[in-house]
């Protein structure tokens, strides 16, 4: 059964960097579509970044240019590389995988994930 554990969220003042992991069981990075969504007090969820199984990316217009997703599929990890946090980036940010083998081109829709973690918060003050 597939599972994914986030970590490394926490606290940080605007202006800071964090770095999210996102641990994957039960399946292989190099091969599937994965990608990162944050949900905010009050606010849907958002899709933030997604990679797929080549390694091509996209990103959320809030967020390009701060945020970098990649992968290590020798130690299959998914990373959030965040930068010049804003309190607005406030939010539980989850990763997700598609579990279809092969998956070509990075997506930021809900709907085309299957897997999720639980999530870890992410609080950035001014």
């Known amino acids: 059964q597939v599972q994914l554990m986030e970590s490394g969220g926490g606290s940080v003042q605007a202006g800071g960097s964090l770095r999210l992991s996102c641990t994957v069981s039960a399946y292989t990075t190099s091969k599937i579509c994965m990608g990162w969504f944050r949900q905010g007090p009050g606010k849907e969820r958002e899709g933030v970044a997604g990679?797929?199984?080549?390694?091509?990316?996209t990103y959320a217009g809030s967020v390009k240019g701060r945020f970098t997703i990649s992968k290590d599929n020798a130690k299959n990890t998914l990373y959030l590389q965040m930068n010049s946090l804003k309190p607005e980036d406030t939010a539980i940010y989850s990763c997700?995988?598609?579990?279809?083998?092969?998956?070509?081109?990075?997506?930021?829709?809900?709907?085309?994930?299957?897997?999720w973690g639980q999530g870890t918060q992410v609080t950035v003050s001014s």
């Open positions: 997700a995988a598609n579990g279809r083998w092969g998956c070509s081109g990075p997506r930021l829709a809900g709907h085309d994930y299957t897997y």
């Open positions: 990679i797929d199984a080549a390694g091509s990316t």
